[in-house]
C-alpha cells in the first residue's frame, strides 16, 4: 500500500470522537405501559419531566435503555436514561452506558424511589447502601456504593400493606397532583447538582 493510501486509511478508520456530557441522570423504573403510571417508576417520570427543559433533543436506544440525549441552558450537554431492563436488572443497563458514553461518574446521578419519605420529598445522598431498594443494589453490584442519587418520596407505606403491592400500585389522584408538584421541582435541584455537586444539592434541598 503507498504511504498516501495508508494515511487516508487510518483517518477514514478513525473511531468517531465521543460527546463529552456534562451530566449524566439515570431514572430508575420498569419498562412498559403495564408499570408507567406505578410509584416505583417515579424515576422514569422525572426523566420525562427533565426532556422538557431540553433543547435539540434526539432519541435512540442502546445500551437495553431508552436514551435521550439533548442540552440544558443552565446545565449543559445532558444524557438522560430509563433502563429497559426491570429494576432489580438496572445496575447491567448503567454498566453498558457508562462505558460506551463519556461522562464523569460524579456527574451522573441516580434517581429512584423510596417510599420510607413521604410524597413530595427530596433526598439527595453522596452514596450509601440500598435501603432495602433493588434498583440501587444493583447499581451497588456494578459500581459500588459511591454513586450519587436522589430519592423522590413517595410514602408513606400504609399499615398492613405489602412493599411490592404499594410500590406497584399507581398514585391516586391527591398523590398525583403532590407527586407533579415535586416533579416540578426537580429542575432547580439538578441544576444545583450539576453546577455545584452533590454537597451542595443536599444542602439545598434535602430536609
Same mark, same amino acid.
Given at each position: 500500500?503507498?504511504?498516501?493510501?495508508?494515511?487516508?486509511?487510518?483517518?477514514?478508520?478513525?473511531?468517531?470522537?465521543?460527546?463529552?456530557? $456534562?451530566?449524566?441522570?439515570?431514572?430508575?423504573?420498569?419498562?412498559?405501559?403495564?408499570?408507567?403510571?406505578?410509584?416505583? /417508576?417515579? %424515576?422514569?417520570?422525572?426523566?420525562?419531566?427533565? =426532556?422538557?427543559?431540553?433543547?435539540?433533543?434526539?432519541? =435512540?436506544?442502546?445500551?437495553?435503555?431508552?436514551?435521550?440525549?439533548?442540552?440544558?441552558?443552565?446545565?449543559?450537554?445532558?444524557?438522560?436514561?430509563?433502563?429497559?431492563?426491570?429494576?432489580?436488572?438496572?445496575?447491567?443497563?448503567?454498566?453498558?452506558?457508562?462505558?460506551?458514553?463519556?461522562?464523569?461518574?460524579?456527574?451522573?446521578?441516580?434517581?429512584?424511589?423510596?417510599? /420510607?419519605?413521604?410524597?413530595?420529598?427530596?433526598?439527595?445522598?453522596?452514596?450509601?447502601?440500598? @435501603?432495602?431498594? /433493588?434498583?440501587?443494589?444493583?447499581?451497588?453490584?456494578?459500581?459500588?456504593? $459511591?454513586?450519587?442519587?436522589?430519592?423522590?418520596?413517595?410514602?408513606?407505606?400504609?399499615?398492613?400493606?405489602?412493599?411490592?403491592?404499594?410500590?406497584? @400500585?399507581?398514585? %391516586?389522584?391527591?398523590?398525583?397532583?403532590?407527586?407533579?408538584?415535586?416533579?416540578?421541582?426537580?429542575?432547580?435541584?439538578?441544576?444545583?447538582?450539576?453546577?455545584?455537586?452533590?454537597?451542595?444539592?443536599?444542602?439545598?434541598?434535602?430536609?
Amino acid at each position: 500500500m503507498r504511504l498516501f493510501d495508508y494515511l487516508r486509511s487510518l483517518v477514514t478508520h478513525r473511531p468517531a470522537r465521543r460527546i463529552k456530557f $456534562d451530566a449524566c441522570f439515570f431514572g430508575i423504573g420498569n419498562p412498559g405501559t403495564k408499570y408507567g403510571s406505578t410509584r416505583h /417508576n417515579i %424515576g422514569f417520570m422525572a426523566i420525562d419531566a427533565l =426532556s422538557q427543559s431540553l433543547a435539540h433533543t434526539k432519541r =435512540s436506544t442502546g445500551c437495553r435503555s431508552e436514551l435521550l440525549t439533548g442540552s440544558h441552558a443552565a446545565i449543559g450537554t445532558v444524557l438522560c436514561v430509563k433502563p429497559q431492563t426491570y429494576v432489580n436488572r438496572c445496575g447491567d443497563a448503567l454498566k453498558e452506558v457508562y462505558r460506551r458514553y463519556s461522562f464523569e461518574q460524579q456527574s451522573m446521578l441516580v434517581i429512584v424511589d423510596d417510599f /420510607n419519605l413521604p410524597l413530595g420529598s427530596l433526598r439527595f445522598r453522596r452514596g450509601g447502601s440500598a @435501603g432495602g431498594h /433493588n434498583g440501587l443494589k444493583s447499581i451497588i453490584a456494578a459500581f459500588g456504593q $459511591d454513586i450519587p442519587r436522589l430519592r423522590l418520596g413517595i410514602g408513606p407505606l400504609p399499615s398492613q400493606t405489602r412493599v411490592i403491592d404499594f410500590v406497584l @400500585g399507581e398514585f %391516586g389522584s391527591g398523590e398525583l397532583e403532590k407527586a407533579n408538584q415535586m416533579l416540578g421541582r426537580l429542575d432547580a435541584a439538578l441544576i444545583v447538582f450539576a453546577q455545584h455537586g452533590i454537597e451542595a444539592a443536599m444542602n439545598r434541598f434535602n430536609c
